[in-house]
């Protein structure tokens, strides 16, 4: 009784994707709201505001919309890395127009160790993160499911769907779902509905209804390590409401508690009891919390190794102009 919930599931999500998805697709059809790619760019940037952030025909921004930044860029690190000027001259042979970036909250250009990437290495969805110092879009119905629904779809959470259900499955972690083939589907299937369910409940539903702010505002350079760690991990039980307020993550938490409760309805009984319901529930805040501390603190680290790899491109352009009679 209870698997012959999956049709209905599916159908469901299958529609609030159908429904939210075109919202993006019209903005970038339209052009609305492209942005130049940035002075300083980190691999996949987006717009610096947020991982998702609403054109004016509530449209999103992702790593497509960014190119490689021409060879010309390097020059901003160049004068910080106090490189020789040959290779501006050469670059000054020809002329590109300046990208620009948008300005933080102050009207500054923001670091490349405070920008969010759209995909962290490239695959991993970083859609509800802004970066340090800048003010995102206004979150509401319309966004909030739109990031939700783009979270939920994108391809890199079938990898590590299929990841984590081959892993259940080797492990045997409920024995009355099987082994084998069949216990493989059983795992994917419901674990699909579980990584939905949250999704949903956590970043479109509850938020919109709470009106409770959850995305992840890193807290960027200036702060000690062990600071910004406790941060990373307060973020659980802290969010902020629309108006900037500090309150309880209601929304968070609690769609992680709904998630749990929901699954009663499609995992047989045995996996079911308030001792396995408890366990899924600290697994999906420790891993919150370990990919919270990757969105932190891998602006740094990208940004140390751009600029290593733009020192290095500026020294190969200055002996070659240097060998040139």
């Known amino acids: 009784m209870r698997s012959s919930l999956f049709p209905i599931y599916a159908m469901f999500f299958s529609g609030i994707a159908l429904v939210a998805m075109p919202v993006s697709s019209l903005s970038q059809a339209s052009g609305v709201g492209k942005i130049v790619a940035p002075v300083e760019q980190l691999p996949d940037a987006p717009l ?100 939700a629904t783009h979270q939920a779809t994108d391809y890199s959470s079938f990898i590590f769907l299929g990841l984590t259900s081959l892993t259940a499955e080797g492990l045997n972690m409920h024995p009355t779902l099987g082994k084998g083939m069949g216990g493989f589907y059983a795992y994917t299937w419901r674990g699909f509905l579980d990584k939905t369910d949250n999704t949903y409940l956590s970043a479109g539903l509850l938020p919109s209804i709470l009106r409770e702010d959850t995305r992840f505002y890193a807290l960027g350079r200036g702060h000690s390590i062990a600071v910004r760690s406790l941060y990373v991990i307060s973020r659980q039980a802290v969010a902020e409401t629309y108006g900037g307020r500090q309150t309880p993550n209601f929304a968070g938490l609690g769609g992680k508690v709904l998630t749990q409760v929901v699954s009663r309805y499609y995992y047989p009984p045995g996996a079911t009891s308030f001792t396995v319901l408890a366990t899924k529930f600290s697994y999906s805040v420790m891993r919150d919390v370990a990919f919270s501390s990757v969105r932190e603190f891998y602006p740094d680290i990208a940004a140390h190794y751009v600029r290593k790899h733009r020192e290095k491109q500026a020294r190969i352009a200055a002996r070659t102009a240097a060998s040139k009679p």
């Open 48 to 147: 610096p505001s947020s991982g998702i952030a609403a054109g004016e025909s509530g449209g999103y921004y992702s790593s497509s919309d960014f190119p490689e930044p021409p060879a010309s860029t390097f020059l901003a690190d160049q004068a910080q890395a106090g490189q020789p000027a040959q290779a501006g001259a050469q670059s000054a042979d020809n002329p590109q127009p300046a990208p620009s970036f948008p300005p933080d909250s102050n009207g500054n250009i923001v670091p490349l160790e405070r920008r969010q990437p759209a995909r962290i290495l490239g695959f991993m969805p970083n859609f509800r993160s802004v970066s340090s110092g800048t003010t995102p879009p206004k979150p509401g119905w319309k966004y909030n499911f739109t990031v």
